[in-house]
Structure formats: structure tokens, C-alpha cells
């Protein structure tokens, strides 16, 4: 069995979302005073590669624990717009090309390459994001959840969040950014798992994303 992790590792100098603060892990306990090693680890629920539930925009819909565990495993499909330019929107053409597998996959997985910027001031720039019709289809279908190789769904310059509230409004769904190494995954339809901690009323978590091909 293949297995390719898509989660960027956390560390105390990691790019995270502005106006939040990046993650402290500071030494709880060491080998030589206590016998062990533990680390204390401090930082916000949508660090890192994360997954967003519908409580994340409002108050009253599904937290992340409220979920069933099946919700973050099946079947996902890398969709390839690597080759969009910044500010260019995800339109349904980009979905179009992989046919019925689009329809066969829990989970939506936009491939933009922005990954290979993590670390540098590029990553928080304009990145491409899916347009109403894209996020119609989505609403439309029964995904499980979609994902980005990014650090929003909506534009970083737009607190307004639009996007995230019209998915979330209605829909039991989940949002993930940050992920990596999606061009790794090829064409066709994958095994693909994104488990969150399971935190009492959580609006977001940290996710450790795996794909596997058997």
C-alpha cells in the first residue's frame, strides 16, 4: 500500500492565518529531570493543515465532535488547477474534466501548487478560489468535504467570508486548508482520511490528511 501525507508539520515558526499567533510547544517535561519527555503545546484550533465544521461561522450548527466518525474517511479526487493564475477563479471546467469520478468522491480536493509556497510571503497572497457555480455543485452534491492547498476558501483580503457561510449555512460538511503535496495523488480517485482531535464543541482542529492507494 502507497500512503502520501498531505499535512504540513507543526512548528513554532509556521505560517499561520493573520491576526492569529503561531503555536508555542515549550518543554513540560525532559528526560533528565523527569525521567520523560513532554511538550506543552498552545495555538489556535485552525492551525496548520485544519478542518473547518459549520460552527466555525455559526452558532448552533455542527461542531466538529458532533460528527460521526465516518465523515472523515472515503474516497477523494484531486482536482488539478495548478494552472490558474492569481485571482483566477476555480470554475466548473476544472471539475468537468474528470467526468463521473467527480461525482464519485466524498471528498474535493483543489490542487493549486500554492503548497509549494509555505514559508514565504507568497503564500499569503491571491490565490485562486472557487466561484458560485463551483460552490452551487458542491452544495448540490453529497460531499463529505473539500479541500485546499491554501490557507482559505475565500480570499485572504475578504473577512467577510462569504464563501465559508454559504457552505456552512446549511450543509453538514467540512472545509480543510493547508494541505500538501496534492500533486502526489494523481488523476483518479484516491483513499483519503482527515481526522480531527476530538475537542468538545469544536470549531476547528488540526487534521493529520492521508491519502493511500491500494
Known sequence: MKVIDLTHTIRGDMPVYPGTEPPELQPANSYEKDGFKETRLTMYTHTGTHMDPPAHLFPGRTTLDQFPPEQFIGRALAIDCSELAEGEAITMDRIR?????????????????????????AYFGDYPCIDGEVLDYILAGRYKGIGFDVIGLDPIADADLPRHKALFQDTDIVNIENLKDLDLCGEDLFWFSCFPLKLEDCDGSPIRAVAWFE
Open 97 to 121: 474534466r474528470y467526468g463521473d469520478r467527480a461525482d464519485q468522491a466524498d471528498f474535493l480536493l483543489f490542487r493549486l501548487g500554492w503548497d509549494k509556497k509555505w514559508g514565504t510571503d
